[in-house]
């Protein structure tokens, strides 16, 4: 199965991503009917358990758009146990080092390019059998996250490393780790340079770069910027901000 995001940035496209903290096939289902380009499964800081993980997998499949994970560590068991479940991407937090981001390669792919074991219980059924074994790691994508001083010191390293498709900034924790204040869609210049150092940086490998963003206005901004891949928020922050203004709507306000 191609993966359609990979098409994309071949093509030199952006895409739109959504991100899922609700542990529950339905919510996945109807929030990725929506026109995003990928869905992302959040483990690291959504209500969301390896369970709940698949139960998602099998709401997005109808839409179409490419089931990914953010997983909760760099660690093989959960990594594995996500592309078995049919996961066409793999964001991994908190990668600072060359050696993290070799491990988080291992991780993801198959002998002899990495130490993946062998057994798609349910990603091998988008292909015929045997099948996904071949292209899995041409098609799936290994994308640490950048967002600590540490990584950004290392970044080239980081992005020499063989095997890594993108990147993926997390706003609220880069700034944490630079002593301001942690939130989306930051409007610091020290940030903003950062920003254009890592577009520079992953241009120059033909590698993407990805960022959570907070309003769909940022988003399109990054979007112009260079960045490759863009979330907006969660399905939870926009129910509740479309609930709020419903009320406040209804009230008059």
């Not at 002998?111 to 996904?132: E, K």
């Not at 992005?159 to 610091?188: A, H, N, R, T």
């Not at 940022?218 to 979330?231: D, N, P, Q, S």
Request: aromatic share 6%; charged share 20%.
């Amino acid at each position: 199965m191609a993966n359609a995001v990979k098409e994309a940035w071949k093509a030199g496209r952006a895409v739109v991503n959504g991100w899922l903290a609700i542990p529950n096939a339905f919510s996945a289902e109807m929030y990725s009917k929506c026109g995003w380009d990928s869905v992302t499964v959040d483990m690291q800081h959504g209500v969301q358990d390896y369970l709940s993980c698949v139960a998602c997998f099998q709401g997005i499949q109808p839409s179409g758009a490419v089931p990914m994970v953010r997983v909760p560590w760099n660690e093989p068991g959960i990594i594995g146990k996500v592309l078995d479940a049919g996961a066409m991407g793999v964001i991994c937090p908190m990668v600072n080092t060359e050696a993290e981001a070799r491990a988080l390669v291992q991780y993801c792919k198959y002998p002899p390019a990495g130490t993946r074991s062998n057994g798609p219980i349910r990603a091998g059924a988008y292909g015929s059998a045997g099948a996904y074994q071949k292209t899995a790691n041409d098609e799936i994508l290994v994308i640490p996250m950048i967002e600590t001083r540490t990584a950004i010191e290392n970044i080239g390293k980081i992005l020499d490393v063989p095997g890594i498709d993108g990147i993926y900034i997390g706003p609220s924790d880069l700034s944490f780790s630079l002593g301001k204040e942690p939130k989306l869609d930051v409007e610091d210049p020290e940030i903003l340079a950062i920003y254009d150092m890592l577009l520079a940086e992953t241009g120059r490998r033909g590698i993407a770069a990805g960022l959570h963003n907070g309003t769909p206005a940022y988003a399109k901004r990054m979007i112009e910027k260079g960045f490759k891949l863009v979330t907006i928020a969660n399905e939870v922050g926009l129910m509740v901000q479309a609930a709020t203004a419903a009320v406040k709507a209804a009230r008059g306000g």
